[in-house]
Nanobody, 125 residues
Framework: VQLQASGGGLVQEGGSLTLFCAAS????????MAWFRQAPGKEREFVGS???????YYADSAKGRFAISRDNAKNTMNLQMNSLKPEDTAVYYC????????????????????WGKGTLVTVSS
């Protein structure tokens, strides 16, 4: 099982960036998937999730600026980020739960079974 995040880069404050997560090795169509991020010296932080039966859910920091979409047929998940701020600078990770967790808890990194390696997003002021 592998999750691969990509699409990170350097962007100016107020700009936009789309991150991509490609999953392989199993069918995640009935799994909760999520984006987390970790800034230097900080704990891993929940950004948003997308459950197969209830759609997206966002952290307060992402509401109104970020949007998560999924293509279950392709086992992919995207994170569209708009109006980026310097405080959005972090390594972004995609994660997925085993279907057996039923997507009951989505904001703790400990609730996720599969992780990608992360992609760095840097927002300059």
């Amino acid at each position: 099982v592998q999750l691969q995040a990509s699409g990170g880069g350097l962007v100016q404050e107020g700009g936009s960036l789309t991150l991509f997560c490609a999953a392989s090795g199993r069918d995640f169509s009935r799994s909760l998937m999520a984006w987390f991020r970790q800034a230097p010296g900080k704990e891993r932080e929940f950004v948003g999730s997308h459950n197969w039966n209830s759609g997206p859910y966002y952290a307060d920091s992402a509401k109104g600026r970020f949007a998560i979409s999924r293509d279950n047929a392709k086992n992919t998940m995207n994170l569209q980020m708009n109006s980026l701020k310097p405080e959005d600078t972090a390594v972004y990770y995609c994660a997925a739960q085993k279907p057996s967790r039923l997507g009951l808890s989505h904001s703790s990194p400990f609730e996720y079974d599969y992780w990608g390696k992360g992609t760095l997003v840097t927002v300059s002021s």
